[in-house]
Each structure stands twice: as structure tokens, then as C-alpha cells.
């Protein structure tokens, strides 16, 4: 398998490494690399390490010959590189495209109208950390490789998106773009606008010193998604804003409630805020 | 010090731990420590482990000669406890009493009201585990201490609270009680009911299994806290309940504004979803 990677930080990295080390007892068994990425800074450094064989100089010497061509940038990024792709210039062959970004809709529309050959994906797996520096060839290891194919995709198009899954140590779930977005929207976006939300509210006022010098772990956890890649938390509002403002309209219901029970007269009523807590509690007990 | 330790959990526990551990080279120098749990596990366990000295029936008795008394329990227990020990048979001596709860004002107020000589304690330091089973010598190492003593609290007593404080390895902050709740309103109770309501707002939806097997470390940081003790978070909502309720307010203004940002008509602006995402990073810079 002739691999193409359009970006080379943390996902496009860690496929680069998962493909090359998790099948240790198969050196040269049929797969190269090919890596490009907009600064240069990670191709040069994957190929000084052995990691990748080739590192071109621009996206279209990176494609030539390639059977996949993964787009490994955030939402946004992959938009202006499918629109970069469909030029004439660009030789695509029989290469089939996919992508590892965090919304499906918006990406497999515009490689629809492009014409290009795509079927989205997106691992679900991530870290704190970003570069190729941080990337892990056990990144993906049992983790959950969305795979959403437009319904006439060839089968064959689809095997080759879920064998890097596969390859990466990840099982391949197949999913319509819509669900995968409606999905992530709940369980990945409106976590991240509440840890926003939550800095907003606290950070910006003027009690901020004092207030952060009592911060212990709980404060940590539920602002960490935060302290992310403003591109990626910008692609995704971008790219999924309708999913995203259903989730947190619901967030808001959920809040306003709770304002009720705390301002109630007379003060709150003990029973009824621990039967909040006990449901919630039990709607995790299986997590 | 003679030490009356009231719940013996996460808190209470490595406290015991940390008086017994935390000074190696000084066995025997002059700590004692009596513990008593309504359920009375802990303390049998801790006494067995050589960790107290005494596993007293009753609070009354384990209370008998303190030099200090810990009320080592959730916010609605502690107030309970204070009604217990402003009984007349109850003997406190000499003893000063402080408390390791989530909220102070509720707490000091209901001290003063019984006559209790009290001065209110917080550190700041926590645990996913519970109970004795999970306490560390080291859970209050570097970490901040609240001493929220009443305004004509005798020093001496302030200073016992204190030298507790050290004595765990944990850093003294004195702070008066209504700073501190609207402090940890902010820092600590709002994280706290915004991953509530993302489990509300998520995790009742009819679609909830097709999300959650996309779960991923956003989710389960996000999720954390809701997932904690029960008693807790109804006793911080029921006592720190107006602050909360503001700050409540606040994140809700912060959530508005986000809608308004993703129904915008025409589609989101991308240059201030990235603006508000780079603002958050950079309020974040310092943490």
C-alpha cells in the first residue's frame, strides 16, 4: 500500500507510526509512506527518524502513485486541501482520499461537489499534547475509526480506509456522516464549549487571582479541553455549529433547572437536589 | 496534640496518615489520634493498621481530652455534628474544633450559633477514590489549606488549626468564610454541576448509546466530577447554594452567547469563533 499524509502532527504522526511499528515481524511488507505537511517541519523530522520514506515538497508530488491519500488536518484544513486536490494539476490516479477530522458533513459535501473519490473517517483518539513530536504508534490501539462512506462509494474504496484502521490497532465502526456528526456533537463538541464556557464565566472576572489559587483537580479536568488547538475548536464550531447549538441549548435546559433548585423559595430542598446527583450518577454507572 | 478525628474517609483518613507518616524521624512526638466513623469501619481498619490509637464506641467519648477535633465529613454531616457536640453530654475541655467541608459559611455560622469554639478548615485536595482504603500521607503535600477563622477567634486557637495544616504538608490560607465560598463557587462548584448537566443534556437523549460508544478523554474528564460522591455534591449545592446560583448565571451568559455564535444567520463567522477560542487559551496561559 503506497500511503499519502496530507499533515504529520499527533493523528497524521501517529498513523505514520502505527503503520511502520505495530506489525514489528513485517519490515518492508508492502506499505510506504509519503508525508507532507504544510510547515515541513514534521516530514523532515519522520524521515530523519526513518519513520516515512519520502518527504516531497508540495501535496502534489506527495500523491503521485498513492493507493490512499489521508487528509490529517483540522476541519477547516481539510476544506482548503480537497479544494487543492481537485485542481488539474493534481494526479490522483486511483487513489482513494480520506480524513481523520472531527465533523464528517461539511468535509464529505465539499469532496462531493470537488468529485473527488472520498470516504471520511476519524479516529477517535487524541491527547494533550500536538506535533508530530507527541505521536504514538499506539495512539489508536482499540480505540473506535469512524468510517462514513457516501452510500454509492465502492466497497473496495471503503476496505482500503478501514485496513489503515485496522492497521493502526483501531476497530472500524461505520457510520452515516450525519450520525457521526449529530454523535460527537454531544460526546466530544459540547464538552469542549462547556469546559470553554466555564473558563468564560470564571476567567473573566475580576475575583480571577483568588478564585485560581484555590483551583485543585477539578478545575484542571474540566478546563483541559480549553487548553486545545484553537484551529481544531474552530473548525469543529465551524463545521458542525447546527448539531452543536441543538446539544447546548439542551445543556442550557439542564442549567436552568439547576438555577431553579438553587434559588428556590426558601431556600433548596435537600431531597430533591440529591435525586439530581443519584441520576446522574446512575446514567454513568455503566461508563 | 491529642487529636479526635469525627469520618474517616478519603480526608479524614489521610489526615491520620499524614500526622502518623509525614514526620518519620519523630516517632511518638506527642500526636495521638482518636477516630470514629458512623459506619466505624475506617477507624477499625485504621486502628488495625497501626494508623490511630484509638477506635472509640461513640463521638462523645472519642472527643474526651482533644486538644483539636476534626469534623472530617460532607458539608450536611458536619452541621449535623455540631448539633451533637453542643449536646451537654458532650465533654470538649479545652478542645478547638475545626472542619474539612466544602463550604464554610453554612458551617461556621451553625458553630456559632451552638457556641462551639470552631474555626473553619478546607483543603484543597481530593481524590476520584473514597473512603479509608484510598488515604495518602501525601493527598494535602503543596497544597492549599482554607482556615476560615470568626473574626475574634481567639489566635492560639487559629494556630492549632494551622499547625495541623503543616503537619500535613499542606500550605495555610486564611481567608474569611464568604470568601471563600464564592471562591470555590467559581473554582470548584460550577465545574462541578457543568459536568452534571453535560450528563443531563447528553446521557438521557434516546440516542444515548450511539453517542457514548464514542466517548473519549473529553468525555471522561468532562464526566469526572459527576460521578462523585453523592452526600458531597448535595451538601456543596445546599450550602453554597446562592453563589453557586450566580455563577451558575454566569456560564449561562456564556453559553448564550455561544447559540447566538452557531445560528448566526449566514453561518458562523470563523474569525470570531477563533477569537473567542484564543482568548480562552490565553486566560488559561498561566494556569
Same mark, same amino acid.
Given at each position: 500500500?503506497?500511503?499519502?499524509?496530507?499533515?504529520?502532527?499527533?493523528?497524521? #504522526?501517529?498513523?505514520?507510526?502505527?503503520?511502520?511499528?505495530?506489525?514489528?515481524?513485517?519490515?518492508?511488507?508492502?506499505?510506504?509512506?509519503?508525508?507532507?505537511?504544510?510547515?515541513?517541519?514534521?516530514?523532515? +523530522?519522520?524521515?530523519?527518524? #526513518?519513520?516515512?520514506?519520502?518527504?516531497?515538497?508540495?501535496?502534489?508530488?506527495?500523491?503521485?502513485?498513492?493507493?490512499?491519500?489521508?487528509?490529517?488536518?483540522?476541519?477547516?484544513?481539510?476544506?482548503?486541501?480537497?479544494?487543492?486536490?481537485?485542481?488539474?494539476?493534481?494526479?490522483?490516479?486511483?487513489?482513494? /482520499?480520506?480524513?481523520?477530522?472531527?465533523?464528517?458533513?461539511?468535509?464529505?459535501?465539499?469532496?462531493?461537489?470537488? #468529485?473527488?473519490?472520498?470516504?471520511?473517517?476519524?479516529?477517535?483518539?487524541?491527547?494533550d499534547?500536538? #506535533?508530530?513530536?507527541?505521536?504514538?504508534?499506539?495512539?489508536?490501539?482499540?480505540?473506535?475509526?469512524?468510517?462514513?462512506?457516501?452510500?454509492?462509494?465502492? +466497497?473496495?474504496?471503503?476496505?482500503?480506509?478501514?485496513?489503515?484502521?485496522?492497521?493502526?490497532?483501531?476497530?472500524?465502526?461505520?457510520?452515516?456522516?450525519?450520525?457521526?456528526?449529530?454523535?460527537?456533537?454531544?460526546?466530544?463538541?459540547l464538552p469542549l464549549l462547556l469546559s470553554v464556557a466555564l473558563v468564560e464565566a470564571v476567567g473573566a472576572g475580576a475575583d480571577r487571582e483568588d478564585v485560581l489559587r484555590l483551583a485543585a483537580s477539578g478545575w484542571r479536568d474540566m478546563t483541559r479541553l480549553a487548553h486545545g488547538?484553537?484551529?481544531?475548536?474552530?473548525?469543529?464550531?465551524?463545521?458542525?455549529?447546527?448539531? /452543536?447549538?441543538?446539544?447546548?441549548?439542551?445543556a442550557?435546559?439542564?442549567l436552568?433547572?439547576w438555577?431553579?433548585?438553587?434559588?428556590?423559595?426558601?431556600?433548596?430542598?435537600?431531597?430533591?437536589?440529591?435525586?439530581?446527583?443519584?441520576?446522574?450518577?446512575?446514567?454513568?454507572?455503566?461508563?
Amino acid at each position: 500500500v503506497r500511503l499519502a499524509i496530507l499533515g504529520l502532527g499527533l493523528i497524521g #504522526g501517529s498513523i505514520a507510526r502505527a503503520v511502520r511499528e505495530r506489525a514489528p515481524g513485517e519490515p518492508g511488507d508492502g506499505w510506504s509512506i509519503a508525508a507532507w505537511s504544510p510547515s515541513g517541519v514534521g516530514p523532515a +523530522a519522520a524521515a530523519a527518524a #526513518g519513520a516515512i520514506d519520502a518527504a516531497p515538497a508540495n501535496m502534489a508530488e506527495t500523491v503521485v502513485g498513492a493507493d490512499l491519500v489521508v487528509l490529517a488536518a483540522p476541519p477547516l484544513a481539510c476544506l482548503g486541501m480537497l479544494d487543492a486536490l481537485a485542481s488539474p494539476e493534481v494526479r490522483l490516479d486511483d487513489a482513494v /482520499l480520506t480524513d481523520v477530522a472531527s465533523t464528517k458533513e461539511a468535509i464529505v459535501a465539499r469532496a462531493t461537489d470537488r #468529485g473527488l473519490p472520498f470516504v471520511g473517517g476519524h479516529p477517535m483518539a487524541g491527547s494533550d499534547r500536538s #506535533g508530530w513530536a507527541a505521536a504514538s504508534a499506539d495512539l489508536f490501539a482499540d480505540r473506535p475509526w469512524v468510517v462514513a462512506p457516501l452510500p454509492d462509494a465502492p +466497497a473496495e474504496a471503503v476496505e482500503r480506509v478501514e485496513a489503515l484502521a485496522r492497521r493502526c490497532g483501531a476497530v472500524p465502526v461505520r457510520m452515516a456522516a450525519a450520525d457521526h456528526d449529530r454523535a460527537v456533537a454531544a460526546v466530544s463538541h459540547l464538552p469542549l464549549l462547556l469546559s470553554v464556557a466555564l473558563v468564560e464565566a470564571v476567567g473573566a472576572g475580576a475575583d480571577r487571582e483568588d478564585v485560581l489559587r484555590l483551583a485543585a483537580s477539578g478545575w484542571r479536568d474540566m478546563t483541559r479541553l480549553a487548553h486545545g488547538d484553537v484551529e481544531m475548536s474552530t473548525g469543529i464550531a465551524a463545521t458542525n455549529a447546527r448539531n /452543536l447549538a441543538g446539544r447546548v441549548r439542551e445543556a442550557r435546559v439542564a442549567l436552568d433547572q439547576w438555577i431553579e433548585e438553587l434559588e428556590r423559595e426558601g431556600g433548596p430542598d435537600i431531597d430533591s437536589l440529591r435525586e439530581r446527583f443519584v441520576t446522574v450518577r446512575d446514567a454513568l454507572a455503566g461508563d
